[in-house]
């Protein structure tokens, strides 16, 4: 029979991070917006370590494209700086757009 392909073909790569945290912290973006994602190594036999060191994350088919966007949002972080939630006064940083204690938006999102 042909076109059955093997499950790793089901997996797309959303991002190639520049360092194995910065992989992992992409990672942990989508797991919290309910994407399972995962992460790989780059290796790539004869490439002549230039991406050796790089990481990379992989998710579903089928949630590539809201993976993307959200690792657009979090790759880009607010160019107001880090900011003061008004609920409880926690300091957040940049990327965040709502607060991780108390779950307060932040102001002017
Ligand atoms: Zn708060």
């Keep these: 029979m042909t076109g ?21 912290s ?9 994407i399972d994602a995962v992460v790989r190594g780059r290796e790539r ?3 002549g370590g230039l991406f050796g060191h790089r990481s990379t994350v992989w ?3 089928s949630a590539a494209d809201a993976a993307r966007a959200l690792l657009r949002g979090a790759g880009e972080p ?13 300091r957040l940083e940049a990327q965040f ?6 779950g307060a938006d932040r102001p002017g999102t």
């Design 78 to 90: 607010d160019p107001r700086g880090p900011w003061e939630c008004p609920g409880c006064g926690e």
């Design 26 to 34: 992409a990672r942990t973006v989508l797991a919290a917006a309910g």
């Design 45 to 47: 036999p004869g490439a």
């Design 59 to 61: 998710v579903q088919r």
């Design 97 to 102: 757009t709502e607060c991780w204690k108390c």
């Design 4 to 24: 059955e392909l093997p499950p790793e073909s089901d997996e797309t790569c959303v991002l190639q991070a520049e360092s194995q945290p910065e992989a992992e």
